[in-house]
T-cell receptor, first 113, second 116 residues
Framework: NAGVTQTPKFRILKIGQSMTLQCTQD?????MYWYRQDPGMGLKLIYY???????DKGEVPNGYNVSRSTTEDFPLRLELAAPSQTSVYFC????????????FGPGTRLTVT | AQKITQTQPGMFVQEKEAVTLDCTYD???????LFWYKQPSSGEMIFLIY??????QNATEGRYSLNFQKARKSANLVISASQLGDSAMYFC?????????????FGDGTTLTVKP
């Protein structure tokens, strides 16, 4: 049981490039989340999904897109990377109807230069 | 709007002593959950403890307890008998049910340092 896995662990992007952060969970959780964590700060919700085919914006969605075609996968797409997107990105999943502990992936450290 | 406030950017505690990390929240939802997570310097997020908005008793998990005061909208984490391995960043978080299910909000965290 791998839990929540994220790839890559590290990435350096040039301004204007695009990339997809991958997230997979094997716990059959309905809910999945993407957060970003800037240095010394808390987590900010980018997008979330309550099930396959259903996604919604969180607090800081600008510059990102998501899709949820399967229960297991929830990729995050960065289009036209900007230095302000330099951050650590966490994917998480949870079971149940919203009020449930979240299981986090190890994070992806992204630098945009 | 839903908001979590952690007013202590950094805290120090002597090994084996107890420490309280503060968390206040703001929401108009009736059904919500409050969580505490630990983030060591290695970066992973570790779930510690949960309190539901309808729970009448304070949650406890080993050395962790949650002091839930609903009227004051506070959900403080108490760590008893601190250990050196407790040195980490601690986040208070809130999640919701019903129409806001899926939305989560985190505080900015408190860095705890345990002194030997």
């Amino acid at each position: 049981n791998a839990g929540v896995t994220q790839t890559p662990k590290f990435r350096i992007l040039k301004i204007g490039q695009s990339m997809t952060l991958q997230c997979t969970q094997d716990m059959n959780h309905n809910y999945m989340y993407w957060y970003r964590q800037d240095p010394g700060m808390g987590l900010k919700l980018i997008y979330y999904s309550v099930g396959a085919g259903i996604t919604d914006k969180g607090e800081v969605p600008n510059g990102y897109n998501v899709s949820r075609s399967t229960t297991e996968d929830f990729p995050l797409r960065l289009e036209l990377a900007a230095p302000s997107q330099t951050s650590v990105y966490f994917c998480a999943s949870s079971y149940g109807q919203g009020i449930s502990e979240q299981y986090f992936g190890p994070g992806t450290r992204l630098t945009v230069t | 709007a839903q908001k979590i406030t952690q007013t202590q950017p950094g805290m120090f505690v002597q090994e084996k002593e107890a420490v309280t990390l503060d968390c206040t929240y703001d929401t108009s939802d009736q059904s919500y959950g409050l969580f505490w997570y630990k983030q060591p310097s290695s970066g992973e997020m570790i779930f510690l403890i949960y309190q539901g908005s309808y729970d009448e008793q304070n949650a406890t998990e080993g050395r962790y307890s949650l002091n839930f005061q609903k009227a004051r909208k506070s959900a403080n984490l108490v760590i008893s008998a601190s250990q050196l391995g407790d040195s980490a960043m601690y986040f208070c978080a809130m999640s919701f049910a019903n129409t806001n299910a899926g939305k989560s909000t985190f505080g900015d965290g408190t860095t705890l340092t345990v002194k030997p």
